[in-house]
């Protein structure tokens, strides 16, 4: 996270929690790799937090300068967007989804009396493609259905008219069983099995309407007959294709149509756009364009459908928007839909159109934040003529209560705001009573050294609560590391707040007011908030533990069960025989008991 792009940052911080499917830009703009999500934050920022990646994942995320998104409803619309946009792309890191594999199609292939068949590859013979199938469940539920309705033939015969003529076929077992009306012998009418071929396609093209309604009478009719299993099978079906019909709206009717959203927000004119081509999203674009004069959404409309179409090379003629201008449009039919499946590809679009929206905004407010952080981090570089802006920087803060229990704490700042992530506190291990020189050695060095050996970035700057004394000490330790002149330190003292420098006598005033003493006087508050909140834990531990580690016999387990029993160390020894021995068992009461009595 230390190292990526502020516009990377801000756009990791505001991604949504909704299904979709991201792209990974590089520094060129160009798309390196596409992939689908459930939860698109958890999983875009997956990349970037998760250090057991494999070599290929980490070349991937040094690659990337921006996210974009599209949010869609289901995980299933997700899969078939990403196929399309994959296809559409060939993004350079999506080498798994680059071997040809596809999701499944129904094809009505071109030949007499035409069989229904499901198939991965698309080839230009003429058949006819339905598709593609982001779930295979629901395309065998579809086939299913076709051959519980229809009686399509399952064999590869060659049914030309001449190989029928020379009656050299005999009916199958399909005959038999009532799935199949013998073409192949000439008992169904070409005429007829073309029929049939034509209500397979209204089916496959989403129009099952008066479809259900045959569903439901055939149903009826076998349980007035007291069929009940074949009227169960139906219903079965009826359900399943009802669920499959409301599962995604992304393999619809509507077969070719773009899909343009507008909002006006203040002199900004935000839009998502969709171009739909055999029922599925082949490509959705955000954009915003800054208002010129008094342009009204449907001018917006007529200025940008022209371009829109051209970059995505569109040739649909229906365009569905939520601003349809009062003018006939010379060239494509632009619609408001009010219900339907168009209804629901704009409601998709202004789905998207919100997110793009707020999250624009959100960048702006924290692009607005950073530069307040950065004009600070700039004048702190000005005021301690400092090399370069401490875009990191670390407070350090000792604590200690009559030299027992000495901790301290370090704080890191990044960008000037806390990272609370890389906060540190420090149990001092050689230094006796109440020397807080030598401990803010001890600690200096004991934090830098560590940073050395594990090849961490080191800060721009250093700020130790304290006067003379203190930096000069931490500064010592910056010496024994080598570090001298290469990390700048200062001192702040709490009286005057006086800044001070190793080297010079006279100390700092910063002007009581000013916005960089401010973020100063904050780490080192924070830095003292942190310590003391150590300090205090350890402080406490000891006082409740101090005398029952002095009773021979009573081990930490122990101690546990009194604590979790009696809460504190004076309730424990007020506490009865029999209260103790419930909670300890008889010989350990009678440890306390007579190691208590004699204060």
């Known amino acids: 996270m230390n190292t990526l792009s502020e516009e990377l940052r801000t756009s990791l911080k505001i991604l949504p929690s909704d299904p979709g499917v991201y792209q990974f830009l590089n520094a060129k703009g160009s798309i390196i790799y596409i992939g689908k999500a459930k939860n698109l934050k958890n999983r875009v920022q997956s990349y970037f937090f998760n250090s057991k990646d494999s070599f290929k994942k980490k070349l991937l995320v040094n690659s990337i300068a921006s996210v974009k998104f599209v949010v869609v409803e289901t995980e299933s619309d997700a899969l078939l967007l990403e196929n399309n946009l994959i296809k559409s792309h060939q993004p350079k890191y999506n080498v798994l989804l680059k071997d040809g594999k596809t999701y499944p199609w129904i094809v009505i292939k071109k030949e007499p009396f035409p069989r229904v068949l499901t198939t991965r590859i698309k080839h230009n013979d003429g058949s006819v493609y339905f598709g593609p199938f982001p779930n295979v469940r629901h395309m065998t539920l579809l086939l299913n259905l076709i051959k519980e309705l229809f009686y399509v033939r399952s064999c590869s015969l060659d049914l030309s ?56 009478k055939q149903m009826s009719d076998y349980a007035n007959a007291q069929k009940f299993e074949k009227a169960e099978q139906i219903k079965k079906i009826i359900l399943g294709l009802e669920k499959y019909r409301s599962k995604s709206i ?51 409309i ?12 569109s040739s649909n003629q229906t365009v569905i928007t939520n601003f349809k201008p009062d003018y006939a449009h010379p060239k494509y039919e632009l619609k408001t839909p009010v219900k339907g499946d168009k209804k629901k590809l704009l409601t998709l679009s202004l789905h998207n159109l919100k997110h793009f929206i707020s999250n624009d905004k959100k960048k702006a407010a924290l ?46 700042f990044k960008h000037g705001k806390p990272s609370k992530k890389d906060y ?15 401990t803010m050695k001890e600690v200096v060095f004991r934090r830098y050294k560590r940073l050395i050996s594990e090849k961490q970035s080191l800060p721009g700057l250093i700020i130790i609560d304290g006067g003379k004394g203190q930096l000069s000490a931490a500064n010592d330790a910056l010496n024994q590391l080598g570090l ?50 150590h300090h205090r834990n350890k402080r406490s531990k000891s006082a409740l533990h101090s005398d029952l580690i002095n009773i021979k016999g009573i081990g930490p387990n122990s101690q546990t069960l009194l604590f ?36």
């Open 161 to 216: 008219r001449e190989k029928i003529a020379q009656k050299k076929y005999a009916v199958c077992l399909d005959y038999h069983i009532h799935k199949c009306k013998g073409p192949c012998e000439a008992l169904q009418s070409k005429t007829e099995y073309e029929e049939m071929i034509e209500k397979i396609k209204l089916l496959l093209q989403g129009k099952t309407r008066s479809l259900l309604k045959l569903l439901n």
């Open 250 to 300: 992304i393999v619809s009717e509507l077969q070719h149509t773009d899909v343009l959203s507008i909002e006006e927000s203040k002199n900004v004119f935000y839009f998502n756009y969709m171009v739909i081509k055999e029922g599925a999203i082949m490509n959705a674009y955000n954009h915003k364009i800054t208002k010129k004069l008094h342009e009204t959404p449907q001018d917006v």
């Open 302 to 313: 007529a200025l940008c459908l022209e371009l829109l179409k051209e970059k995505f090379n």
């Open 367 to 412: 692009r607005k934040t950073n530069t307040h952080q950065n004009r600070i981090l700039e004048t702190i570089r000005k005021e301690f003529k400092l090399n370069s802006t401490p875009i990191h920087m670390e407070c350090f803060d000792n604590s200690n209560l009559q030299g027992t229990d000495a901790v301290s704490a370090c704080v890191v």
């Open 424 to 438: 540190r506190h420090f149990n001092v291990q050689s230094v006796e009573g109440p020397d807080d020189f030598e």
């Open 484 to 533: 001298k002149n290469k990390i700048a330190i200062v001192g702040i003292a709490k009286r005057l707040e006086e800044i001070f420098f190793p080297g010079e006598i006279h100390p700092l005033y910063l002007d009581k007011r000013s916005e960089s003493l401010k973020l100063i006087q904050f780490m080192r508050n924070e830095a003292h908030r942190f310590g003391i909140k």
């Open 564 to 599: 979790k029993e009696f809460k504190t160390i004076e309730k424990i020894k007020t506490a009865s025989y029999t209260e103790l021995k419930e909670a300890i068992g008889d010989s350990k009461a009678k440890l306390i008991i007579s190691y208590y009595s004699k204060d």
